[in-house]
T-cell receptor
């Protein structure tokens, strides 16, 4: 079974530029998560989708970050314009569903995109 | 909100046993995950506890006390490949997991 795919793996941009990340979850997984992980910290949830609807985006800086999950499968996360403090690894994860414990809530992570903002 | 505390770093010797603690405060608790994250890689699932008690899986065991807001991960017969960050994540009944900042374990020969 294929895992969670993400691209690009690395991205270097200047501040105030825009950038987009792509994620393809495990087939059949209804829930998709985007996390920001700053070096030395745990993953911080940016947005959670259930199929193509948003479940939680309370920590998404909506003035510069946006995300969509068209057709309830692939997802893109965009930053526009980027700031120096956005330098981090952006992790995408998927799970089977929501609220059913180990079977539905166990998250499977992609390899991440390492973003450097200069 | 949720508050999760783990020690930042731990060091142990190959072949030894190490216990990594996690304390949490949350509402809507639905279980607690432990994930392992090697440097430069993505987190991978280790264990899940929803009821009080000890869950054993090979060299790794995880314990939960819901009344105390406390969990630990126990690693036995440590190997060099166990050097990694160990993330405690509290799961709510909305299916959201909030992660601690992780404990970086270094295993020395």
């Amino acid at each position: 079974e294929a895992g969670v795919a993400q691209s690009p793996r690395y991205k270097i941009i200047e501040k105030r530029q825009s950038v987009a990340f792509w994620c393809n979850p495990i087939s059949g997984h209804a829930t998709l998560y985007w996390y920001q992980q700053i070096l030395g910290q745990g993953p911080k949830l940016l947005i959670q989708f259930q199929n193509n609807g948003v479940v939680d985006d309370s920590q998404l800086p909506k003035d510069r970050f946006s995300a969509e999950r068209l057709k309830g499968v692939d997802s893109t996360l965009k930053i526009q314009p980027a700031k120096l403090e956005d330098s981090a690894v952006y992790l995408c994860a998927s799970s089977l569903g929501i609220g059913g414990g180990i079977n539905t809530d166990t998250q499977y992570f992609g390899p991440g995109t390492r973003l450097t903002v200069l | 909100g949720q508050n999760i505390d783990q020690p930042t770093e731990m060091t142990a010797t190959e072949g030894a046993i190490v216990q990594i603690n996690c304390t949490y405060q949350t509402s809507g608790f639905n279980g607690l995950f432990w994930y392992q994250q090697h440097a430069g890689e993505a987190p991978t699932f280790l264990s899940y506890n929803v009821l009080d008690g000890l869950e054993e899986k090979g060299r790794f065991s995880s314990f939960l006390s819901r009344s105390k807001g406390y969990s630990y991960l126990l690693l036995k017969e440590l190997q060099m490949k166990d050097s990694a960050s160990y993330l405690c994540a509290v799961n709510t009944n909305a299916g959201k997991s909030t992660f601690g900042d992780g404990t970086t374990l270094t295993v020395k020969p």
